[in-house]
């Protein structure tokens, strides 16, 4: 399918890569318009519940994306956050969905640059992989 | 530190011979009461009791193929507060094992509690239990005993186990028992194992002046033996699970007839949020919002959010999942949901080394955290 554009939902937290879209913005960089950035307070407070409902509305991949180890604004709720989504690269693939559709990133408030090529990159290879299941079957 | 113990069976009847260790046990001073599985003085069906008047250990049926609650939550609603008393819980192991999982998410306490495991010769769905007793209204649990521990097999009265049973690796009482009670591989004729486990075990036994005896070698091959052809049957079930389920498509048929009632997650011992996400107005949604989901693909299955609900239940709590079965067991319209999730949970367990109900100094994998792990998960 030639012109299928993927709709990414974007779980970002507000002290890093919210910030680091922000300044990606205001330093006019492009990146693709297929991201619908969720911003949240931190990465920790993703409850894999968010991600599952998104996957099954149709969105065609996920991305998590918050401080760098070490760096989160509340200690550590970037390190749960990495075992949630641990979690459920656990269980998703077990119902076909292809790792590829979930992603957890670390992007700091000044990587502005980064987070561009982060999402150049993410919208490329679910441009690859297709459509999403949810997308085409019905989901009951 | 174990000490192996034995009580005589008396006139070859085991029944009577764990209702007289129970009352026994029930007599000592300090234990106010003992929870377990009583049959019914009006109808002929089985439900975990307090029992604080020995007269009524009577009924007591700790091993009637019947199954129809999990204890765990029962004992969890015991002991969340202390009552000031002690009380004595004879408990399945996948009970035990639930129960453990609870107690990491400190919504139980055994400072009052003595946990007696008893070996577990399974359980029937409650449905065929039920066709069970109406065709063997008199002792049905010695039927389906002798059928079971003589090795005639499981098929009592041409009813076979619960499929959770048929898959559960785990017959024997967990370490964290106090006293286990010890019925596979011994001649249950003339007597029964007992193991005190704990010092708190150690104590009551001595009260009741046990005599000591050795574990044998036959106990130790027919456990054996049994772990191994459930894990055939369990290895079995993964694999013809995982071929139903392996796409959306496909989950979508095997949970097709889900009404999103809920059951499942009620009778889950360990589903443990106090207030459920899904029976809060959340999904109560606008009336709006279903016709745009129905005009997106032409259809919406109402109720909605069916797929929704079992994936964010896997998430959830595949982890604490010990496999009891009660979820298939309370489900109205048959879907395995039992194999479901012992399939997931098998993997999520092992994606981080655990194994629900194994010990209390292991925490639930989504309560801790290490610094430098699961680095692959990330994209740096």
Known sequence: MEDFEPVIVAFVCNWCTY?????????????????????????????PQYVIKALLEGADGVLVSGCHPGDCHYINGNYKARRRIKLLKTILPQIGFEQERLKLTWIGASDGIRFAEIMRELVDQLTEIGQSQAKLKMVI | MASNLKIDVQDKDLLVTLREFFRLILEQEDISAIFVSQRLPMKNTIMPALVTDSKTLDRTDPLAPAFPINGAKLLSRLTRKSSGEKIAAVLRPCEIRAFTELLKLKQGKTDDLIIIGIDCLGAFRNTDYFRFVEKNPERSTELFIDSVLSGKGTTAGGIDLAPACKACEFPIAPNNADISIGLIGIDVKNQVLIEARTSAGEEICKKLNLSETK????????????????????????????????????????????????????????????????????????????????????????????LFYHITRLAHSSMACVGCGQCSNACPNEISVMELFRTVAEKTQSAFGYEAGRSLDEPPPLSVFEKDEFLEVAQT
Not at chain 2, 234 to 250: G, H, P, Y
Not at chain 2, 269 to 296: G, I, M, N
């Open chain 1, 19 to 47: 910030t680091a879209a922000d300044l990606a913005g205001t330093s006019r960089l492009s990146y693709p318009k297929n991201i619908r950035l969720i911003r949240v307070m931190c990465t920790g407070m993703v409850d």
């Open chain 2, 215 to 306: 574990k044998t070698a036959e106990r130790k091959t027919a456990v054996d033996n049994l772990v191994a052809q459930r894990i055939e049957y369990r290895d079995k079930m993964f694999a013809e699970t995982r071929d139903t389920v392996d796409n959306l498509e496909k989950l979508t048929a095997y949970l097709a007839g889900c009404i999103n009632c809920y059951n499942c997650r009620v009778a889950c011992p360990v589903c443990y949020c106090k207030e459920c996400v899904f029976v809060t107005d959340v999904f109560y949604h606008e009336p709006s919002q279903y016709l745009h989901w129905a005009k997106r693909k032409g259809i919406l299955k109402m109720p909605s959010d069916t």
